[in-house]
């Protein structure tokens, strides 16, 4: 669905349904350099199962109008001017994978009043990006991309079966990547890179953990799970960094569970 | 710091798109000979059909030893995935009725295999889809037939049979400024020797049932997508971007913009027209895809071998391989198919129809049967099979004359196949 914020063009997959008033709504936030379709069996799970679903393509990702946003904070105000836009009553839920986990941690809390839970998938805190990978972004150099694609799925992936039926993850991801703008992938993993939570989260969270993740392996994420104290963890076994990819049914199994 | 590495495409060959078999352990893909799938619970019966789980439902639709194949390949051409068909020719329909309906226009090569041209001439026009047919050599021949409703443009990446090596690169450009894809047939060459999505196509299908299988014992197709070309921006694709009334008014690019292809290609095609592979057949055309790095620069080298002694022989007219000097696109190939121009070639016959006839009856090791890239050699004589049902005029277009044969060679003794070629030539001569 299509929307503007700040009179430019922002986009929001609603699982092909209209917004209502008396839903509960559950707003998707992407990781570095993809966009709304990452999330998509699990948010059109939700659109079907009495849900307001947003899963939304952040500036200068998927279909909503550049430029990207230079740092978390920017991303988290952004996610609240959309929903001012579009006048969601009530408090909402948030998941976010990766550098979305760390926008919905931002909007959890600035703006604590207006969320009820928010799911982290695939999240480390600090989420430090290396050198190596920062620099080829900067200099827009294929590398990178190749270095999100390995790095962001378990080192068994490309030697096994997709969930997916004739996909192919390694192709998939690529493919999304190779679709950015210039400097896209850069600004959010630098945006990723340097990002420090001022604030505190009061709500409940989940950890979305993928065993087999070297992006952000689960030991990353125990710093923020001592510091948020109503929170569990789901760590799923065979997967990496793309748990929405590589284990579509356990991670909206742990989501459902979560928002239930 | 060294950067992450791919697997090699040896290894994908051999390993991509499957798991050992979580139930049994097997290494091997299993053959899952089953119709369907049984569901744990309504609502996991209920989020599968809606798409909101991935799985298998009916094996039209999908199957996992099917699966398999359709990874694997995906893998090995770097593409977002694909869909394993029934044939070829299947493959090519579903490709044409997931990007068009009715009023539809393709600009195609002239240079086709007789049965992609019977169904872009004759068949898709009978249901309103009409095709330019223009000559590949010049990728300025496809700009010039675009029209304002043309959704695609189609080649094979070595012509039949005349070997035109496709300009994918220009081609692809074209296609591009005219916002629709390059669909290519990528059959003779194999991802071994080219990767088209590298070069800029958007689309590909091969005839599994070539040089994939290699073998000759299974009938099949794979249709794969890029996942690069941008169906929104391009605003030409309804099937595409605009609700599907047929699956819960579904768009399919807003689900997934690398996807959207496939989606509807397996959602709507598959489902419909049903041209899909059955498992028994994704097993054996597996068998051949482990091999494929090791037979294809076998293919070659025999090829090679071949070629050079029929382009010295007498009573050759011409040797058409775009690897010797001669053919119009050697440059072009030493280019775009490094590690070779395929095992699929003509040559002219001095004589006419009846050397043809002569020569071909004299053979003993080759094959005379209408296909090619089988581990066999094979021969065959176009005008009167393949392209029979071609026009004097589509015939001269195509490069094919009375005394055209067109040889596939395969991974027997180069020396035996060289042999049975003397010999038969003699016979020919007499």
Known sequence: MNFKVDGKAAFAYTAAHELVADKRTLVFVHGAGLDHSSFGLQSRYFGYHGWNVLALDLPGHGRSAGPPLPDIGSMADWVFKFLDQISVPGKVNLTGHSMGALVALECAARQPARVERIALIGVAYPMKVSDAFLDAARRNDPAAFDMETIWGHAAQVPLRGDPNPGMWMYGDTLARLRRLAPGVLYNDLKACNVYQLAGSVQCPVLFVLGKRDVMTPPRGAAALQERLKDSKTVVIELSGHSLMAEAPDATLDALAAFFR | MAGPKYPGFDTLALHAGQSPDAATGARAVPIYQSTSYVFRDTEHAASLFNMERAGHVYSRISNPTVAVLEERIAALEGGVGAIATASGQAALHLAVATLMGAGGHIVASGSLYGGSHNLLAYTLKRFGIDT?????????????????????????????????????????????????????DATFTTPYLMQPFELGADLLYHSATKF????????????ADSGRFDWEASGKFD????????????????????????????????????????????????????????????????????????????????????????????????????????????FEIKGGRPAGRKFIESLRVFSHLANVGD????????????????????????????????????????????????????????
Do not use: W
């Not at chain 2, 304002?148 to 080649?155: I, K």
């Not at chain 2, 074209?174 to 916002?179: E, G, L, R, S, T």
């Not at chain 2, 690019?253 to 598959?270: I, K, M, Q, V, Y």
């Open chain 2, 375 to 430: 581990a066999k050699s094979l021969v065959i004589h176009p005008a009167t099979t393949t392209h029979y049902r071609m026009s004097d005029e589509d015939l001269k277009r195509a490069g094919i004359t009375a005394g055209t044969v067109r040889l596939s060679i395969g991974l027997e003794d180069a020396q035996d196949l060289i042999d049975d070629l003397e010999r038969s030539l003699k016979a020919a001569m007499k």
């Open chain 2, 239 to 346: 099937t595409l971007t605009a609700p599907y009334a047929g699956f819960h008014n579904m768009d399919f690019e807003e689900e997934s913009g690398t996807r959207a292809f496939l989606l509807r290609a397996r959602r709507e095609g598959l489902r419909d027209f049903g041209a899909c592979m059955a498992p028994m057949t994704a097993f054996q055309i597996l068998q051949g895809v482990e091999t494929l790095h090791l037979r294809m620069p076998r293919h070659v080298e025999n090829t090679r071998k071949v070629v050079a002694f029929l382009d010295q022989h007498p009573a050759v007219e011409e040797v058409i391989y775009p690897e010797l000097a001669s053919h119009p696109d050697h440059e072009l190939c030493r280019k775009l198919l490094p590690k070779g121009a395929g095992a699929v070639f003509s």
């Open chain 2, 132 to 184: 330019t047919f223009v000559s590949p050599r010049d990728p300025e021949n496809f700009r010039k037939a675009v029209r304002e409703n043309t959704r695609l443009l189609f080649a094979e990446t070595l012509g039949n049979p005349g070997l035109d090596v496709l300009d994918i690169p220009s081609v692809a450009a074209i296609a591009h400024q005219a916002k629709v894809p390059l669909l290519v």
């Open chain 2, 212 to 223: 994939l299988g290699g073998h000759g014992v299974a009938i099949g197709g794979v249709l």
